[in-house]
């Protein structure tokens, strides 16, 4: 019985690495090696090895959609926290017969690609849409909002989308927490807002830097919202990127662009994990 197991967990290791060698490392390989390549006349790779490509995005230009770029995903990640949090906070001190309901109402928009969703979007902000309707209805304004092809409606599309990649790690963390400490603080005299900001706050510190990392990365390189809802007119590295790859057709210089989105990625969930263990670490001292 123990060999039959540990022949089927062999074979099942197997097939994981060869998809993921297959599927995943020798694609960054190669996207890796194109970086260093330069863009022929007529070919989309010419082997002269070169590093112009990771030069040329030092230019203000490039560099600028780099930063616009984590404009965008900064102001998301703090949008769908502070949305986030109260949800997360409702749903894991709700009582257990409404909490599956609203754990429903959270996976639900998973079950929708998030490309069809964000085109169902624009029914209700365009402005004959849904929520200029509304807004006209109960007298809020007198001539509908122009909220499509604006910033405001990337930040509002990316939003919706990275929502419940924010609420499930902070409910997670809420639902660890050892309601008796609260108990314990009321007690002894603490206010509500003490609790919270002193118990509550700390201990759920792990979901939230979750959270915010399940929303920062893929903020950078949601290109279709911004193109949707945005018109495309500010570029992020993910639009950007494709459109060297598709566009322009000079794979180097999209690789190059690629290779250093990864390596800010890789970065930043490297300081999460270090961020994450020390606030582990003094949680149990």
Do not use: C
């Not at 919270?196 to 700390?202: E, L």
């Not at 990625?265 to 270090?274: A, C, D, N, Q, T």
């Amino acid at each position: 019985m123990h060999k039959k197991l540990g022949t089927f967990a062999l074979f099942s290791i197997g097939i994981l690495a060869f998809w993921l060698i297959l599927f995943s490392f020798l694609p960054n390989l190669l996207v890796l090696f194109s970086s260093f390549m330069t863009q022929g006349e007529s070919e989309f790779l010419v082997f002269d090895f070169t590093f112009s490509n990771y030069i040329k995005i030092a230019d203000s230009l490039y560099f600028s959609i780099f930063l616009s770029s984590f404009k965008i995903a900064l102001i998301t990640t703090l949008t769908t926290l502070i949305l986030a949090y109260p949800f997360a906070f409702i749903l894991a001190t709700s009582a257990k017969k409404y909490r599956a309901l609203l754990l429903l109402l959270v996976i639900i928009p998973f079950w929708t690609s998030s490309l069809v969703r964000t085109y169902a979007l624009i029914a209700i902000l365009k402005t004959k849409g849904l929520f200029n309707a509304l807004l006209l209805w109960i007298g809020f304004i007198d001539t509908p909002l122009e909220i499509m092809y604006t910033q405001s409606a990337v930040y509002i599309g990316m939003t919706y989308t990275l929502l419940p990649f924010m609420i499930l790690p902070i409910y997670a963390s809420i639902e660890k927490i050892d309601m008796r400490l609260i108990e314990a603080a009321k007690d002894l005299g603490a206010s509500t807002l003490s609790q919270f900001t002193k118990i509550i706050i700390p201990l759920s510190l792990p979901g939230i830097l979750a959270g915010a990392t399940l929303v920062f990365l893929p903020s950078l390189g949601m290109f279709f919202i911004a193109d949707i809802l945005g018109g495309a007119k500010d570029l992020i590295v993910g639009s950007f990127i494709r459109n060297q790859f598709l566009t322009f057709r000079d794979w180097p210089f999209g690789s190059a662009a690629a290779v250093m989105l990864t390596l800010l990625m890789f970065l930043m969930l490297y300081f999460y994990s270090r961020a994450a263990k020390n606030i582990s670490q003094k949680s149990t001292l």
